[in-house]
């Protein structure tokens, strides 16, 4: 059984205060945590350690870890595209005069060369916690039909143990950077870290016994989930969220969709699911969320934990798993 999902992202104005220049290139990933050290700017009014996060992922790990002792600002909306963020003048100023900032090498550029201007002394490479590997098409082709690799897939966190191993380094930083309260952040970092083993296990179970290993994301996110559970994820396109698939290519998957059985088509919360409601409908198909967990819509009524439960729950359910 193959499962399909497929995602169309609907690209957004850009109105910054002050833009800044975007770079191109592949997404190789990469976490730093970075304070600048001595400067009254680090800590906010009530002594906290001011924390600035690039995006949902690393809002959460600063969030559990810090506790009482962070002030964590996220630059990322709640329920907004992390790709499409561009900074205003006041962001940057946040990054550069933050105690500790947390982002994504090559995900955002915008954050890239602000956290590049600001010199900080605390430095968590998570490439070097959790080095990054490259996920191929096992069908040899991308969006186009041609052959293709892409590298660089930048969600780790969808991987439970990477997860963990990146919130291992934060939570050493921080207490470099405030050793006052370091045994609280060595307690905090290992209850969330025996919590992500509990999910790592929950998954292990309940993806073991399947009749389908396979399922094609429209870009590749889910590979480091997929090469931890032995499962086996075919990208439309790379990890590139805004190109498109050919038409030619769309006819593959379809194809592919009748030859396999497949059930479901997934699309993501923070993206239209028109498309994936298109194909589902020709193929008289379900549809479901997989979600990559870039961003989340509603921090009151959910987190990491339960959108990650939410995804094995659909997982199991279109790959026909017994628990």
């Known amino acids: 059984m193959v499962v399909m999902m497929l995602r169309r992202r609907d690209r957004r104005d850009r109105i910054s205060a002050a833009p800044l220049a975007l770079a191109a290139g592949t997404l190789a990933g990469a976490l730093l945590l970075s304070a600048c050290g001595g400067s009254s700017s680090a800590t906010s009014a009530g002594g906290k350690v001011d924390v600035v996060a690039a995006f949902y992922p690393l809002q959460y790990l600063a969030e559990q870890i810090g506790g009482d002792h962070v002030k964590v600002t996220d630059l990322t909306a ?41 010199a900080g002394k605390h430095v968590v490479d998570a490439a070097a916690l959790s080095p990054l590997v490259d996920h191929h098409l096992d069908e040899g082709t991308d969006a186009s039909g041609q052959g293709a690799a892409h590298a660089g897939d930048p969600h780790i966190w969808l991987d439970p143990t990477r997860y963990a191993a990146v919130a291992k380094g934060v939570g050493a930083e921080l207490a470099k950077a405030d050793p006052a309260h370091a045994a609280d952040y060595q307690r905090n970092t290992d209850a969330l870290v025996a919590k992500l083993a509990t999910l790592d296990q929950d998954f292990a179970t309940g993806l073991k016994s399947c009749t389908g290993k396979s399922f094609v994301t429209s870009h590749a996110a889910f590979g480091y989930l997929a090469d931890h559970y032995g499962l086996q994820q075919i990208a439309i396109n790379g990890v590139d969220p805004e190109s498109e698939p050919t038409p030619a290519r769309l006819a593959q998957i379809q194809q592919s969709a009748k030859a396999n059985g497949v059930t479901t088509i997934f699309f993501e919360t923070l993206v239209s699911p028109k498309l994936a409601d298109s194909v589902a409908k020709d193929l ?13 819509k509603d921090e009151k009524a959910d987190d990491y934990f339960t959108v990650m439960q939410r995804n094995l729950t659909n997982l199991q359910a279109a790959l026909g798993c017994t628990a």
């Open 78 to 118: 709640p329920g907004t595209e992390p790709h499409d963020l561009e900074l205003t003048a006041k962001q940057v100023a946040a990054v550069q005069g933050a105690g500790a900032v947390l982002y994504l090498k090559g995900l955002q550029p915008t954050v890239d060369k602000a956290v590049a201007q600001a």
């Open 284 to 296: 008289n198909l379900k549809t479901a969320v997989l979600d990559p967990l870039e961003g989340v």
